[in-house]
């Protein structure tokens, strides 16, 4: 069994910045590709960013390209998202996901992802 747990949400003004941390444990955890996505009220979730378990790869959604940042610490099981430049459609629950062991490729589809967190909150307000 795979644990996910997020953190780092919270309320932040337009054009602010947070960063969302992501701790995996469990003994199937392991060598296998990451990402966020995000989900809005009344909105489907959503592809936000992915890493490759090596870290050399990484894929971002358009929205936030350039303005958001993935990476990894494999040493501590670790996952994060900088954003900068915070923009009010920004506002969601963020998700931290994995996908199964050894699947060490970046992918940006939901169904790629077999293990997910509970979710963080990220308010972004005027």
């Known amino acids: 069994q795979v644990q996910l747990v997020e953190s780092g949400g919270g309320l932040v003004q337009a054009g602010g910045s947070l960063r969302l941390a992501c701790a995996a444990s469990?003994?199937?955890?392991?060598?296998?590709?990451m990402g966020w996505f995000r989900q809005a009220p009344g909105k489907e979730r959503e592809f936000v960013a992915s890493?490759?378990?090596?870290?050399?790869?990484?894929y971002y959604a358009d929205a936030v390209k350039d303005r958001f940042t993935i990476s990894r610490d494999n040493a501590k099981n670790t996952a994060s998202l900088q954003m900068n430049s915070l923009k009010l459609e920004d506002t969601a629950v963020y998700y931290c996901?994995?996908?199964?062991?050894?699947?060490?490729?970046?992918?940006?589809?939901?169904?790629?992802?077999?293990?997910w967190g509970q979710g963080t909150q990220v308010t972004v307000s005027l």
């Open positions: 890493i490759s378990w090596s870290g050399g790869t990484t």
């Open positions: 469990g003994r199937t955890f392991g060598y296998c590709a």
């Open positions: 996901a994995a996908r199964r062991r050894y699947a060490s490729d970046a992918a940006r589809e939901r169904n790629e992802y077999v293990y």
